[in-house]
T-cell receptor, first 114, second 113 residues
Framework: KAGVTQTPRYLIKTRGQQVTLSCSPI?????VSWYQQTPGQGLQFLFE???????NKGNFPGRFSGRQFSNSRSEMNVSTLELGDSALYLC?????????????FGPGTRLTVL | GENVEQHPSTLSVQEGDSAVIKCTYS??????FPWYKQELGKRPQLIID?????GEKKDQRIAVTLNKTAKHFSLHITETQPEDSAVYFC????????????FGAGTTVTVRA
């Protein structure tokens, strides 16, 4: 099976702009989680989607939002970008099987805000 | 919310020696504890995980132990090899929810040949 894919891999934006990142989970996986990774804060949970519904949410401001489509692909959107939003954004998908609910990470999207 | 502390932040070991990384968590409802390995410029990859109904789990040179009473869990790597050099992250599920993980800050492991 193909792994988790994310597009684009690199992105440069300026303050105030908005950005949309995409994540395609492993085929058959219905849960998609998003994380922000920065050198200072490490890996932080943004939100998780399952069956097109946001099921869990982290402690990020409302500028960070997401959605999931019927084919389980997910997008996250960041509006009014700030310099501090520069980070590696990782998504992870999971089969949601009680015995094997491992989260598999994508390669990430490196966002740079200038 | 969940707070996961990880120690040490850096670890240098001689090839063939063992490496131990320790994590503590605060949420009593946490019941799933995965460990991820991230090589430079690559995605985190799960290397082992453990659930709260198990005290220890082993997979070849890697083992994880969990002490629910003390709220700490550890990663043990034996017979370390240069390819074990990477950043290792521990994580704990938040509020008993496997799909919401709180990560430790990471341990940079360097295996000296």
């Amino acid at each position: 099976k193909a792994g988790v894919t994310q597009t684009p891999r690199y992105l440069i934006k300026t303050r105030g702009q908005q950005v949309t990142l995409s994540c395609s989970p492993i085929s058959g996986h219905r849960s998609v989680s998003w994380y922000q990774q920065t050198p200072g804060q490490g890996l932080q949970f943004l939100f998780e989607y399952f069956s097109e519904t946001q099921r869990n949410k982290g402690n990020f401001p409302g500028r960070f939002s997401g959605r999931q489509f019927s084919n389980s692909r997910s997008e996250m959107n960041v509006s009014t970008l700030e310099l501090g939003d520069s980070a590696l954004y990782l998504c992870a998908s999971s089969l949601e099987d009680r015995e094997t609910d491992t989260q598999y990470f994508g390669p990430g999207t490196r966002l740079t805000v200038l | 919310g969940e707070n996961v502390e990880q120690h040490p932040s850096t670890l240098s070991v001689q090839e063939g020696d063992s490496a131990v990384i320790k994590c503590t968590y605060s949420d009593s409802a946490s019941n799933y504890f995965p460990w991820y390995k991230q090589e430079l410029g690559k995605r985190p990859q799960l290397i082992i995980d453990i659930r709260s109904n198990v005290g220890e789990k082993k997979d070849q040179r890697i083992a994880v132990t969990l002490n629910k009473t003390a709220k700490h869990f550890s990663l043990h790597i034996t017979e370390t090899q240069p390819e074990d050099s990477a950043v290792y992250f521990c994580a704990a599920s938040i509020g008993g929810n496997d799909y919401k993980l709180s990560f430790g800050a990471g341990t940079t492991v360097t295996v000296r040949a």
